[in-house]
T-cell receptor
């Protein structure tokens, strides 16, 4: 079975500050890991993915994440927050096979203040 | 390349009715998955179709069903609607096989009254 835990349902930062959104996973097989962002009344947009290549993954909009097997973590970071980053962020895990079922965390809402 | 298209975007139905939602995947993608998103339960997997075959199903009652056509377009159907079925239904498209990422549509917001 696979699962994802996102610590903190809400994270508040000031514009220009570091963004750190935490994700820990559990998987009985080597996982694929993803971060998605969701704006109000929108679908999910893929930010980045880990698929067993480089452990430090760079995504869109300046986000990156590091896969740490020993800590079963895949935290999302961005050096400098922008007002447009305010949204809900979801970490997801799936098996590294052809099946496409994603298991999502509960999400973290990022609030950015001026 | 066009993205994943879900229709309709918004829907209001009455308890006991049935509803059909549609999803057109990215051209060339053969896998379509459906998810339900609610404030209480979050994002939950409904089912996945690949080449017209359901190959994975989540823990939902039999009122929830789906199908995929030969052009990879997919529909999901919910019969005997309940208030608790009110949710954002998201469709995800993937190449399947070794393809790693899923691309989501804008979703269909279903409200059951």
């Amino acid at each position: 079975a696979q699962s994802v835990t996102q610590l903190g349902s809400h994270v508040s930062v000031s514009e220009g500050a570091l963004v750190l959104l935490r994700c820990n996973y559990s998987s009985s097989v080597p996982p694929y890991l993803f971060w998605y962002v969701q704006y109000p009344n929108q679908g999910l947009q893929l930010l980045l993915k880990y698929t067993s290549a480089a452990t430090l993954v760079k995504g869109i909009n300046g986000f990156e994440a590091e896969f740490k097997k020993s800590e079963t973590s895949f935290h999302l970071t961005k050096p400098s927050a922008h007002m447009s980053d305010a949204a809900e962020y979801f970490c997801a895990v799936r098996r590294n096979t052809g099946f496409q079922k994603l298991v999502f965390g509960t999400g973290t809402r990022l609030l950015v203040s001026p | 390349k066009a993205g994943v298209t879900q229709t309709p975007r918004y829907l209001i139905k009455t308890r006991g009715q049935q509803v059909t939602l549609s999803c057109s995947p990215i051209s060339g993608h053969r896998s379509v998955s459906w998810y339900q998103q609610t404030p209480g339960q979050g994002l939950q997997f409904l089912f996945e179709y690949f080449s017209e075959t359901q190959r994975n199903k989540g823990n939902f009652p039999g009122r929830f069903s789906g199908r995929q056509f030969s052009n990879s377009r997919s529909e999901m159907n919910v019969s005997t609607l309940e208030l608790g079925d009110s949710a954002l239904y998201l469709c995800a498209s993937s190449g399947g096989g070794s393809s790693t990422e899923a691309f989501f549509g804008q979703g269909t917001r279903l409200t059951v009254v």
